[in-house]
């Protein structure tokens, strides 16, 4: 069974970098053919894509963010990294990782972690 934990602060300044962690359990993040993803959903919106990083260390991320965000990864720890600069009160929202194969939907979720962007 595999399980995803993100973990970071829940606070963050405007202008500042959010950083969350993703660890891993129960599955190799190199494992073919999965995509270790982020997504997000803001207070009384929808889930949001982020983006994510491949089995093959690969990235790819939601045009509208692509400028401010960055996804990498700790193979010896098997955990995924998520940075979003720049950061404004639109980026207040409940963070999720999730497990993805191409072309299906999610299969493995984390809780999920709340993170507002305030002063």
């Known amino acids: 069974q595999v399980q995803l934990q993100e973990s970071g602060p829940g606070l963050v300044k405007p202008s500042q970098t959010l950083s969350l962690t993703c660890t891993v359990s129960g599955g190799s993040i190199t494992t073919n053919y999965y995509y270790w993803s982020w997504i997000r959903q803001p207070p009384g919106k929808g889930l949001e894509w982020i983006g994510y990083i491949a089995y093959s260390g690969s990235t790819n991320y939601s045009p509208s963010l692509k400028s401010r965000t960055s996804i990498s990864r700790d193979t010896s720890k098997n955990q995924f990294t998520l940075q979003v600069s720049s950061v404004t009160s639109e980026d207040t929202a409940v963070y999720y990782c999730?497990?993805?194969?191409?072309?299906?939907?999610?299969?493995?979720w984390g809780q999920g972690t709340q993170v507002t962007v305030s002063s």
């Open positions: 999730a497990r993805e194969t191409g072309g299906s939907p999610v299969d493995y």
